[in-house]
Nanobody, 118 residues
Framework: QVQLVESGGGLVQPGGSLRLSCVVS???????????MDWYRQDPGKQRELVAS???????TYLDSVKERFTISRENDKNTVYLQMNSLKPEDTAVYYC?????????WGKGTLVTVSS
């Protein structure tokens, strides 16, 4: 059974940084290498939005509002994807979700809360 587990959320002051991690279990490294991995976020009362995507081929893509501040990366030998978040703003406050898509098979993590506040 495939499971995605996020970690790294917390409370941070504006301008600070956090690194989120998502470990995918129940999954071989070979499959992970061919899996698109994404980070979404959702603020209460708002729709879930795609923040960053790490495709199998091609370059990562980002939500306009996080470009130049967030970086998605992956360690295929650890079945792990990261989201490095710098220069955080209060409007980045949300629950961040890891998502995988392998040939149309998708799974979500349970999310990790990021709160940006002074």
């Amino acid at each position: 059974q495939v499971q995605l587990v996020e970690s790294g959320g917390g409370l941070v002051q504006p301008g600070g940084s956090l690194r989120l991690s998502c470990v995918v279990s129940g999954y071989s490294e070979n499959i992970f290498r061919t899996t698109e991995m994404d980070w979404y976020r959702q603020d209460p009362g708002k729709q879930r939005e795609l923040v960053a995507s790490s495709p199998v081929n091609g370059r990562a893509t980002y939500l306009d509002s996080v470009k130049e501040r967030f970086t998605i990366s992956r360690e295929n030998d650890k079945n792990t994807v990261y989201l490095q978040m710098n220069s955080l703003k209060p409007e980045d406050t949300a629950v961040y979700y890891c998502h995988r898509n392998w040939r149309g098979f998708t799974n979500w993590g349970k999310g990790t809360l990021v709160t940006v506040s002074s």
